[in-house]
T-cell receptor
Framework: AQKITQTQPGMFVQEKEAVTLDCTYDTSDQSYGLFWYKQPSSGEMIFLIYQGSYDEQNATEGRYSLNFQKARKSANLVISASQLGDSAMYFCAMRVEQFYFGTGTSLTVIP | EAGVTQFPSHSVIEKGQTVTLRCDPISGHDNLYWYRRVMGKEIKFLLHFVKESKQDESGMPNNRFLAERTGGTYSTLKVQPAELEDSGVYFC?????????????FGPGTRLTVL
C-alpha cells in the first residue's frame, strides 16, 4: 500500500533558526517521486522541492533541502534560516502514478 | 503563463443541493487530477483525466460525484445531491506527463461547505 506519514501536526521555530519537518513513506514501487508543498493561509499549494527515488544526492532549493534516507523511507524537509513568511501548512507527497499526501504539518515561525 | 484556476473559490450550499466545481488546467497539460481535503485529514486523490478520458477514478467516493472533461480542456466536478460529509477543499492539479518525476501544478482550491 502507498502511504505518507507526517507525525508532527504542529511545529514552532524561532525566526532565523533551522527546522526539520518529518516525513516517512511506504511503497513497494521502485520508481517514485517525493515532493514537498507549502500551503499558506491563502490556500494555494506551492511546490517547494522534489526528490526522485533514484537520486543519490539530496535535493536542495534555496533554503529548502530534502534529507532523503531511502533505507529508512524518510524524506524530511529542512528549512534553514526560517522567516516569518514560512509560517504555513507543509505537505509531504509521494507520486507513483497519482499523488499520495500526508496529513500535513503546521509550521509557525516565532519572531 | 497562467496557472491552474478553479471556480468558485468558495461555495456554501445546503444538504441536498447540487454544486458544480470547475477547473481550468495549464494550457497543454493533458493530465488533470482532482483531490479533496476534508478538515484535518490528508489530501486524497479523487480521479485522473488524460485528455477527455478518465484514466483512474478509484478515489471517487460514490456515485453522487460526477466528473467530466469534455474536449480535454477544462473539467467540472458535480456533486448531486450534496451531503454534509462532502464539505472540504477540492483541489485540481495538472501536469504534462503522468510520470513519477513530473510535478503537478495545483490550483488554489474550492472550499465547499455543505450545511
Amino acid at each position: 500500500a502507498q502511504k505518507i506519514t507526517q507525525t508532527q501536526p504542529g511545529m514552532f521555530v524561532q525566526e532565523k533558526e533551522a527546522v526539520t519537518l518529518d516525513c516517512t513513506y511506504d511503497t513497494s514501487d521502485q520508481s517514485y517521486g517525493l515532493f514537498w508543498y507549502k500551503q499558506p493561509s491563502s490556500g494555494e499549494m506551492i511546490f517547494l522541492i522534489y526528490q526522485g527515488s533514484y537520486d543519490e544526492q539530496n535535493a536542495t532549493e534555496g533554503r529548502y533541502s530534502l534529507n532523503f534516507q531511502k533505507a529508512r523511507k524518510s524524506a524530511n524537509l529542512v528549512i534553514s534560516a526560517s522567516q516569518l513568511g514560512d509560517s504555513a501548512m507543509y505537505f509531504c507527497a509521494m507520486r507513483v502514478e497519482q499523488f499520495y499526501f500526508g496529513t500535513g504539518t503546521s509550521l509557525t515561525v516565532i519572531p | 503563463e497562467a496557472g491552474v484556476t478553479q471556480f468558485p473559490s468558495h461555495s456554501v450550499i445546503e444538504k441536498g443541493q447540487t454544486v458544480t466545481l470547475r477547473c481550468d488546467p495549464i494550457s497543454g497539460h493533458d493530465n488533470l487530477y482532482w483531490y479533496r481535503r476534508v478538515m484535518g485529514k490528508e489530501i486524497k486523490f479523487l480521479l485522473h483525466f488524460v485528455k477527455e478520458s478518465k484514466q483512474d477514478e478509484s478515489g471517487m467516493p460514490n456515485n453522487r460525484f460526477l466528473a467530466e472533461r469534455t474536449g480535454g480542456t477544462y473539467s467540472t466536478l458535480k456533486v448531486q445531491p450534496a451531503e454534509l460529509e462532502d464539505s472540504g477543499v477540492y483541489f485540481c492539479a495538472s501536469s504534462q506527463a503522468a510520470v513519477y518525476y513530473n510535478e503537478q501544478f495545483f490550483g488554489p482550491g474550492t472550499r465547499l461547505t455543505v450545511l
